[in-house]
């Protein structure tokens, strides 16, 4: 059987922008995140749009989503409004925003967010260590209820309890990896018998879900990869990061060409519900997808721009290795 590496040992391969989920406001996010085409929440949207759309099906009440690593709340923009994230994107990196302070920033993002379209039948819980960003997400309107909590290490107050237990959809990018099972085993413990959240991952393809699909089951929740695409989550920081993630992948039993090879993150798409939900409508039939491969930002740099030397490099070694095998 081939042995996993653990995720402690797997954040050791990704560059680390710890610093910029504690600053006051998201503007930090966008500046260090969009030069790197970060993209996943907005590939993520459709698809947390079309589940919020299948549970709100099997319920008369709003749908309850739980963002887990929901930092600024940006996940909770995208499904509480009828917004896309290049619109945030372009908000938070627009020159003219610079100069404001936080407290500025968050008086007219109170006044952005209240302004626009909203869906009715939606109500979002963050939840995210970083009590800063959370706070600013639940007071700009991007999160209906905040949660400074790491599940990893701690249970929650009775209050942050009752709130958790009312989840019926709990959502997830960038976050598996830094939550492992024990985030997940104490969410399982606060859930409603007989009706228990789905959850959907967005997860990076060098870690591995088994864990966190065998907690889930024993809720009898049963988990589908989606297996038409994988999603980039964005471009590799540099080059050891890329090397070091595609050496992961390997070891993993996956094929990086096409995806890391190119030197793009790619996650894949995990969502756990019943097997009566299944068999009613397989995650195949019940998402369409946009990937991000192909994606033409309007604003920012180019997925590939400074490591395409080292995609070429990667696939003629990829050749190399083909061509001596065979
Ligand atoms: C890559 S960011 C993703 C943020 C957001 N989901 C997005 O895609 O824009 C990872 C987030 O996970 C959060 N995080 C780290 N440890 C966590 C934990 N134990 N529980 C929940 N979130 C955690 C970080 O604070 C950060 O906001």
């Not at 749908?63 to 690593?69: H, K, P």
């Not at 990076?204 to 879900?209: E, T």
């Amino acid at each position: 059987m081939r042995s996993e590496r653990s995720y402690s040992d797997l954040n050791e391969i990704k560059y680390d922008f710890s610093q910029i989920y504690l600053d006051k406001d998201p503007r930090e996010y966008f500046r260090v995140l969009g030069q790197l085409d970060y993209i996943i929440p907005h590939v993520a949207q459709p698809v947390f749009e079309q589940l919020i759309r299948a549970r709100a099906e099997t319920q008369d009440e709003p749908v309850t989503v739980l963002d887990l690593g929901c930092s600024y709340g940006l996940n909770g923009a995208l499904m509480k409004y009828a917004l896309r994230y290049d619109a945030l994107r372009e908000r938070y990196t627009d020159p003219a925003m610079k100069p404001l302070s936080s407290d500025a920033m968050l008086e007219l993002d109170r006044h952005f967010y209240q302004a626009w379209p909203k869906h009715p039948r939606v109500r979002v819980i963050g939840l995210d260590p970083s009590e800063s960003a959370v706070r600013y997400g639940e007071q700009a309107g991007t999160m209906d209820l905040a949660l400074p909590l790491d599940l990893e290490a701690n249970d929650p107050s009775p209050e942050q309890a009752n709130a958790l237990a009312a989840v019926d959809l709990v959502v997830s990018t960038g976050c598996v990896g830094y939550v492992t099972s024990k985030t997940f085993k104490r969410l399982t413990k606060l859930a409603r018998l007989g009706r228990p959240a789905w959850v959907a991952s967005f997860v990076l393809r060098m870690f591995p879900y088994d864990d966190i699909a065998a907690t889930l089951a024993t809720l009898g929740l049963e988990t589908e990869r989606f297996e038409a695409a994988t999603f980039v989550q964005r471009r590799f920081a540099n080059f050891d990061e890329m090397e070091a993630t595609i050496k992961a992948v390997e070891a993993r039993g996956l094929d990086p060409r096409g995806r890391e090879s190119d030197g793009l993150f790619h996650a894949d798409l995990f969502v756990s519900r019943p097997p009566a939900e299944i068999a009613r409508r397989r995650v195949q039939k019940l998402v369409s997808v946009v990937s991000g491969v192909n994606k033409p930002w309007p604003v920012g740099t180019h997925a590939l721009g400074s490591l395409a030397w080292a995609a070429r490099a990667q696939r003629r070694k990829q050749q190399r290795k083909l061509a001596a095998a065979s």
